[in-house]
């Protein structure tokens, strides 16, 4: 049994929630735009001096390119922690899987529960490895077993190819969100944005991106915990009055507790989970987090402290889903007849702290929404900076570059796709684009976690074995998706999707793990190597 | 060009190998334990959806489906302690 049409862009929008608020639920809402409030403009005010402050004051430590793309490897595993934690805190998270909820109950939380569990993957089979041989960017893992140049070339496209739709996403969905939010319009919003995220990566880079993250994260745990508990204290903290209270309001009654959309098709719901299970440890922006530490046990440490909070965070946005249930759906302030709220469901934990907090509480919230999206946007820029100097130029060029090179080379990257972005974020406008996300994790999935296992855990493989295998994962991973429904069908209008699923991971991982051992077993590494030597003083 | 320089055999610059250490068994089997226990709550949830009570006195509480992905969490964050705890030991 396939996923029915009229449940794929659900099961898609809330498979999208942790990179983009955008998405299915936005196409409704930005004929809706609000006046923004002006605790929320005093609050987006203070938000931007203080990230602009932060970018200006790591401006000037950020002399070298590890400075630069990695911080010095001077960042705590505490503060790791809590800048991993608020990677997966973003405005898609928060508002998206409100949103989520809000619509139609648990199936958001399944989503939640997905991204959780990848967490261990991530710290018992790549953290520590990573932290131990790699620099900038996961490549650097590969090529202390492989030769370097194509391997380097091979990662450099698909981390590009990987934060390029992630960037396009975010841009999509903060574009929509800051203009719901502050009633702005949809391209100015883009460009207030994207040029912020620009300044903020170019100058700070990833030293600047951790401690917003860090302050973010803060202030987003801070907020959603005084939501649920003013939430809580509605219903005496009992929550058995909240699900009674939620369920009699929702027309879907008792179904609401169960997962609906992900229940129809086993299968789908098997490849999605497969894709973000293993996706993550593909991701090159999580990636990243890795380097900026000191050792392998400040790496692992700061997993668990990330694990933790993103725990709490889920637990809490659970609270505030079904807390707008309970307190929003009916009342006119806030959702017409047929329960949608004002300005998207998106905006239920917004319109939830205004009715549980007031407009202080309300402007607070949208406020940190905009710092998440800024923050998230800049770590995707210098982690495809990252990649682009130290891998795509590096291998392209068969050259290695000295600090002062890498450093100007990483700046530049940062500044190009930080153009890139907001062009392609103008030319979207209104586009569906929670597909890019999917395919985003599908391919980190299936090409870049595959050889990481790999080159980590089996001396066999070889050069070629990694290179065929690696391409065959990220073109299997976006020609499936393509030939998925989503993009298929209904992007394309095509007629029938091709392939069944909208998320290959199912497929194309075991079978990227296959091709590279049939192609490294069929042909041993060749003696004698070509790797890259560091540049000297001498020359 | 400053700051290029020519390519160089690799053993001449860095050793070929570099030991990556293998999946020991702690590894392995909690690997094992968090894809078995996420299975685990997918499956059960599905088969919860499918085979949902409607009686309005069991909505009063958490649902089968929400424990599921509450222990499904706990127990991803408890793996996660439980290795750090036993590899900072050693």
Redesign the interface.
């Given at each position: 049994m396939r996923i029915s049409r009229n449940s794929m862009p659900f099961l898609l929008a809330t498979a999208s929630t942790f990179g983009v608020c955008g998405s299915a639920y936005s196409a409704e809402s930005i004929s809706d735009i609000r006046q923004a409030e002006s605790s929320t403009i005093v609050f987006f005010v203070v938000f931007a001096v203080l990230t602009l402050l932060i970018s200006f004051w790591a401006a000037r430590r950020a002399t070298s390119s590890s400075e630069y793309l990695t911080a010095g490897s001077s960042i705590s595993s505490g503060q790791n922690g809590l800048a991993i934690a608020g990677d997966y805190m973003s405005a898609g998270a928060f508002l998206g899987l409100s949103g989520a909820i809000y619509a139609s109950g648990?199936d958001g939380?399944?989503l939640?529960?997905?991204y959780?569990?990848s967490?261990?993957?991530v710290?018992?089979?790549v953290a520590?490895?990573l932290r131990r041989?790699g620099k900038y960017s996961f490549a650097d893992v590969l090529t202390?077993?492989l030769?370097?140049r194509p391997i380097r070339i091979l990662a450099g496209v698909s981390t590009i190819v990987i934060v390029s739709f992630y960037l396009v996403a975010q841009m999509v969905g903060a574009g929509e969100l800051i203009s719901l939010l502050f009633g702005i319009g949809y391209g100015p919003a883009v460009i207030v944005v994207g040029l912020l995220m620009i300044v903020f990566s170019t100058l700070g880079g990833m030293r600047a991106a951790t401690w917003v993250q860090i302050i973010k994260a803060i202030l987003m745990i801070g907020g959603s915990a005084m939501i649920a508990t003013l939430v809580l204290a509605r219903f005496g903290f009992n929550?058995?009055d909240l699900?009674?209270t939620a369920?009699s309001n929702h027309p879907s009654?008792?179904?609401i507790?169960?997962?609906?959309g992900?229940?129809q098709d086993?299968v789908a719901?098997?490849s999605l989970?497969i894709g973000i299970?293993f996706g993550t440890a593909g991701l090159p922006h999580i990636l990243m987090r890795f380097f900026t530490v000191s050792d392998e046990?400040a790496a692992?440490?700061s997993?668990?402290y990330a694990?933790?909070l993103i725990?709490l965070f889920?637990?809490m946005l659970f609270v505030i889903g079904y807390g707008s249930i309970a307190l929003l759906r009916g009342d006119p302030a806030y959702a017409n007849a047929s329960g949608a709220l004002f300005g998207g469901n998106n905006l239920a934990p917004i319109h939830l702290a205004s009715a549980v907090g007031g407009s202080i509480l309300a402007g607070f919230i949208s406020a940190v929404a905009f710092a998440t999206i800024l923050a998230v946007v800049s770590g995707l820029l210098i982690a495809g900076a990252s990649s682009a100097a130290n891998d795509l130029v590096v291998g392209l060029?068969?050259?290695?570059?000295?600090e002062?090179?890498l450093l100007r080379i990483s700046r530049i990257a940062a500044m190009a796709l930080g153009v890139l972005g907001i062009l392609l974020g103008l030319a979207c406008e209104g586009q569906n684009v929670a597909y890019l996300l999917a395919l985003a994790t599908a391919i980190a999935a299936s090409a870049n976690f595959p050889l990481l296992l790999l080159?980590?855990?089996w001396?066999g493989l070889t050069t070629r074995g990694a290179v065929v295998g690696g391409t065959f994962g990220l073109v299997s991973s976006v020609v499936l998706t393509a030939m998925g429904p989503t993009i298929w069908s209904k992007v394309l209008g095509l007629g029938p999707a091709i392939f069944p699923y909208d998320s290959p991971a199912l497929f194309t991982v075991p079978l990227t793990l296959f091709v590279c051992w049939v192609v490294s077993v069929a042909k041993a590494e060749p003696e004698?190597?070509?790797?890259?030597?560091?540049?000297?003083a001498a020359? | 060009m400053q700051g290029e320089s020519r390519l160089y055999k690799a053993t001449e610059v860095v050793p070929l190998r570099v030991t990556a250490h293998r999946l020991g068994a702690l590894r392995f089997w909690l690997v094992l334990a968090t894809i078995v226990s996420y299975l685990a709550m997918m499956a059960f949830s599905i088969y919860s959806a499918r085979h949902a009570a409607q009686s309005a006195v069991v909505a009063a509480e958490f649902s089968p489906a929400m424990i599921a992905l509450a222990s499904c969490m706990a127990f991803s964050v408890v793996l996660t302690g439980l290795f750090v705890f036993v590899r900072n030991e050693e």
């Open positions: 648990l939380m399944f939640a529960v997905s959780l569990a967490w261990p993957i710290l018992f089979l520590e490895p041989l202390h077993k030769r370097e929550v058995s699900f009674k369920v009654g008792y179904k507790m169960n997962i609906r992900f229940a086993g719901t098997l989970g299970l046990r692992r440490v997993v668990f694990t933790c725990g889920f637990a060029s068969g050259r290695q570059l000295d002062r090179m080159a980590i855990y001396d004698g190597d070509w790797h890259m030597a560091q540049p000297t020359e | -």
